[in-house]
């Protein structure tokens, strides 16, 4: 199982954390790859982080340099710092590991 936590309001040029947390056998969590996701109303689900279970991490272009992916494989978490958000990075934010998904956590970007 997937937690997503942290998505809030906030102003543009803002800063969020958000958390997943992985439940479960963290031996499984330690061998694989975690992703992030957003999906905007009316939009596609898009990839924004992929974070190996070394915890190297590649980023979607337009988030490069402005969100950087954490990975904990002893608490089994991934957390994605987000710098710098403007109204585009706006959406349901979801974790994903192997074939499970979050329920998502809502960021909201706005004046």
């Known amino acids: 199982q997937l937690v997503e936590s942290g998505g809030d309001l906030v102003l543009p040029g803002g800063s969020l954390r958000l958390s997943c947390v992985a439940s479960?056998?963290?031996?499984?969590?330690?061998?694989?790859?975690v992703h992030w996701y957003r999906q905007a109303p009316g939009k596609q689900r898009e990839l924004v982080a992929t974070?190996?279970?070394?915890?190297?991490?590649t980023y979607e272009a337009s988030v490069q340099n402005r969100f950087t992916a954490f990975r904990d494989n002893t608490e089994a978490t991934v957390d994605l710092q987000m710098n710098n958000l403007t109204p585009d990075d706006a959406g349901t934010y979801y974790c994903?590991?192997?074939?499970?998904w979050g329920r998502g956590t809502q960021v909201t970007v706005a004046s």
């Open positions: 479960g056998s963290i031996f499984f969590f330690r061998l694989n790859e």
């Open positions: 994903k590991m192997n074939n499970f």
């Open positions: 974070v190996t279970a070394g915890g190297s991490a």
